[in-house]
């Protein structure tokens, strides 16, 4: 079970951070990801990273701005959120692969996904 917390209502430029929280399964040694999606669009990609925390991958669109980090003692990931734009209001989702230990900006390669946070940013 992934829980996702942190979102909130906050003015463009502000930071935000993040957090989710794996019980039941360990989460571990699996690659673990960060998606999101707008009212009316499609769920898209933020952010990945691996079990070991090596590697990371961005969307383009929160490069720079937005880091994903983990916590393997506390079974927890993390998206650090700065420069928050309007366009960056969503639902934001945790999600994590099966037995990958790698990154991912596949949605069909996450089987288990957190209830999602809202992120709302006002201009």
């Known amino acids: 079970q992934l829980q996702a917390s942190g979102g909130g209502l906050v003015q463009a430029g502000a930071s935000l951070r993040l957090s989710c929280a794996a019980s039941g399964r360990s989460a571990t040694n699996r690659g673990m990801g960060w998606f999101r999606q707008a009212p009316g669009k499609e769920r898209e990609f933020v952010a990945s990273i691996s079990w070991d925390a090596i590697s990371t991958n961005y969307a383009d669109s929160v490069k720079g701005r937005f880091t994903i980090s983990r916590d393997n003692a506390k079974n927890t990931v993390y998206l650090q959120m700065t420069s928050l734009k309007p366009d960056d209001t969503a639902v934001y989702y945790c999600?994590?692969?099966?037995?990958?230990?790698?990154?991912?900006?596949?949605?069909?390669?996450?089987?288990?996904w957190g209830q999602g946070t809202l992120v709302t940013v006002s201009s």
């Open positions: 999600a994590s692969r099966k037995w990958s230990s790698m990154t991912s900006s596949s949605r069909a390669d996450y089987p288990y």
